[in-house]
């Protein structure tokens, strides 16, 4: 496996994000067991896995929502557990989460400055700063290329990437040194995936860690500097980008052998086919790194 | 990656912004006044109004109009923050009874300790603004959901201020204050009447529209009016981007506490004695007049005019009946097809308002 401690970068400057073999258990489930991961400043993490794979967990354990109960999370070198939300704000990390994101019913400019509101004014007369909050949201979203017809619409009326982009416009502003992304491209159209992930590549042009969760290898490799695969609650693999090309991250995504086998399968369909008969290493592409990757999930399948 | 829709072909992609004046058509100024959460109670509002000044001779009379504003304050000094506390997303099945605990609280104080009135008032307010924190703490604290929470505030405190008063003053009702010190001043405060232009108005007109701006300017204008919308429409993103969600919402049980102490001390300083029953009801009232208002009973959205506006509807159908001379039955039957034809409009302006492209 190719393990991102080979290329080493100790000493050279400390991760604004690290974790190291963490664990979480939801009571008697294993949601997350022996995970690494490092965010740097102006590079984008890329964590990708299947569904119920654990990638929700471990942003969870980022942003504060959920403590981890082993392994370390460091937050710039400092050994940290976040008991709350605001105090991974606090400390610069910054969430855009798969649902959560945006209260639908409220204008555009309410959301996006919901929990920072910015005041004038002192005593009984202390309000919000309504009109540079207008005119804010409306010049930072400009910046970020989306020209909003009214920033007083409520934010359920945008379209799923440009709701995206507005929570994701309001982390680069409120000075968030990292920034988390659940699926920011799940739900969204390619065209709509394309202005999403760059917005995610302006964050992190802007000197931003960005830890990007994807089901989608071509987006992740796209964008991303790391890639740290999750499979089960496990880490299934942890790579740099010059350490894999998308054609294996794809394969690793989608189960690499076992994709393989089912393919064979369905192509000697009319045979009367059997588990175990076939070959290893069908395609012959991949080189001596590859095939032992291969071995080692063919064992993890099998489980 | 599925391929999304087919792309409107020669268009430029919709982030650009290079055709906004395309899409600015589609909002036009009657659209954004559809918007705004109070309007299906104002249009409710007059057509009430003229339908009274059309059947009930004697509803345009300005001492008939003060009639009618003083019954809408009384249920408008509770609609108000009941309204806030809906939009928060959550209900106070309490608010009723307990506008007559805090009367009850004041006067036995008063007559128990034969102190100044307004040490019963003041030790009143402590009482029913803990009540609210009570409500509050209990709701974040656990997991029931606040309709079964204030349903057991509104069971405990409808026993209690039955069993205390009959164990205290011996009979239903509490005993007269009147002759106390402090009485006339608190009197005057609570339930006075000024004299404008020759026609008497109750002084809860003017608690009413205190209540009525303050709310309005705390939702629309200060940090905690963006959390309590942000609290009713989502708490999990309001949580997640720090807004601080338990304490909104003990925020919004101490409001309908407060309302409710402004109401008790009304309510006794009106008649000087208070009846233990009484209150009983009435939050549901104040609920209605809320949804006519145009809050969401899923909260985040509503506004405190609105309530304000589903008061005055209540007052106005309440006393017109009256001045029509017609049978009080039909009251009930007027508020029912005001509550559908409100819940109505509503769900529509949910729909719009949450729709996605
Ligand atoms: N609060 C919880 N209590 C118990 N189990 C949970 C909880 N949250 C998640 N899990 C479990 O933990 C595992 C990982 O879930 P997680 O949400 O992290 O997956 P995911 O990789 O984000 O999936 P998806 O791609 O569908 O979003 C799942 O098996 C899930 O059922
Ligand atoms: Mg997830």
């Known amino acids: ?303 | 990656m599925t391929a999304t829709a087919p792309a409107p072909t020669p268009s430029p992609s919709p982030d650009t912004g290079a055709h906004a004046d395309e899409r600015l058509l589609k909002r036009s100024p009657l659209r954004k006044l559809l918007g705004r959460p109070e309007l299906g109670s104002i249009v409710g509002a007059v057509a009430v109004f003229v339908f009274f000044a059309i059947f009930a001779d004697s509803f345009l009379k300005a001492s008939s109009l003060s009639t009618v504003l003083y019954a809408s304050s009384t249920i408008g000094i509770m609609a108000v923050p009941v309204a806030l506390l809906m939009i928060g997303g959550e209900f106070d099945l309490s608010a009723g009874v307990m506008v007559t605990t805090s009367a009850l609280v004041s006067s036995m104080f008063s007559f128990q300790m034969t102190a100044n009135t307004w040490v019963g008032v003041g030790v009143s307010l402590l009482v029913t603004l803990a009540i609210g924190v009570f409500n509050g703490v209990m709701l974040t604290r656990t997991d029931p959901p606040s309709f079964i929470i204030t349903l057991g505030t509104f069971l405990m405190l409808t026993g209690l201020n039955l069993g205390l008063t009959k164990l205290i003053s011996g009979t239903v009702s509490t005993k007269t204050i009147a002759d106390m010190e402090g009485f006339p001043s608190a009197k005057a405060v609570f339930a006075s009447t000024l004299t404008v232009g020759g026609v008497d108005f109750k002084i809860t007109i003017l608690w009413w529209l205190a209540f009525v701006v303050i709310a309005t300017w705390i939702l629309l204008r200060t940090r905690v009016g963006n959390w309590i919308f942000a609290v009713g429409g989502d708490e999990k993103a309001a949580r997640a981007v720090g807004v601080p969600v338990d304490k909104t919402k003990i925020g919004l049980y101490m409001g309908v506490a407060f309302g409710a102490w402004v109401s008790g001390q009304h309510l006794l300083f009106s008649f000087d004695t208070v009846q233990s029953g009484e209150g009983v009801g009435n939050e549901l009232i104040y609920i209605i007049a809320a949804v006519i208002g145009g809050c969401l009973i899923t909260g985040g959205y509503g506004s405190a005019v609105g309530a304000a506006v589903g008061a005055l509807i209540f007052g106005m159908t309440s006393k017109g009946i009256v001045f029509a001379e017609w049978n009080p039955d039909w009251f009930k039957f007027f508020l029912g097809a005001m509550l559908l034809l409100a819940t109505l409009l509503n769900a529509w302006v949910r729909k719009r308002a949450e729709a996605t492209k």
């Not at chain 1, 995610?200 to 802007?206: E, H, I, K, N």
């Not at chain 1, 290893?280 to 099998?302: P, R, S, Y």
């Open chain 1, 1 to 303: 496996m190719t393990q991102t401690a080979e290329r080493t970068e100790a000493g050279e400057r400390t991760a604004l994000v690290e974790l190291d073999s963490v664990s979480k258990y939801y009571g008697n489930i294993r949601a997350l067991e022996g995970v690494s991961l490092e965010v740097h400043a102006g590079e984008i993490s890329c964590v990708l896995g299947d569904n119920g794979a654990g990638k929700s967990t471990l942003i969870k354990i980022i942003a504060g929502l959920h403590r981890h109960d082993g392994g370390t999370f460091r937050i710039e070198g400092e050994e940290t557990s976040l008991s709350s939300p605001r105090e991974a704000l606090d400390r610069g990390i910054a969430t855009v989460y798969q649902d959560l994101a945006v209260v639908p019913l409220m204008p555009v400019w309410r959301n996006f400055f919901l929990g920072s509101e910015p005041t004038k004014g002192t005593g009984p007369f202390k309000r919000m700063d309504v009109e540079f909050m207008r005119r804010t949201t409306r010049a930072e979203l400009l910046r970020m290329g989306i020209d909003l017809r009214d920033v007083d619409q409520p934010i359920g009326t945008l379209s799923g990437g440009e709701r995206q982009c507005v929570a994701i416009a309001r982390a680069v502003y409120f000075g968030a040194k990292v920034l988390v992304l659940d699926e920011p491209t799940a739900a969204l159209g390619v065209k709509q995936s394309g202005v999403v992930l760059k917005y995610v590549a302006a964050a992190r042009d802007a000197g931003l860690g960005v830890v990007l969760i994807t089901h989608n290898p071509h987006h992740a490799y796209l964008v991303g500097d790391r890639f740290v695969l999750l499979k089960r609650g496990t880490m299934s693999g942890s790579h740099t980008r010059d350490g894999i090309t998308l054609d294996e991250l794809t394969r690793q995504m989608a189960g690499g052998n076992e994709l393989d086998d089912l393919r064979h399968e369905l192509e000697r369909a009319p045979a009367p086919a059997h588990l175990g008969a076939v070959a290893d290493g069908a395609d012959g592409t991949g080189g001596t790194g590859e095939k032992q990757e291969k071995q080692e999930k063919q064992k993890d399948g099998g489980r």
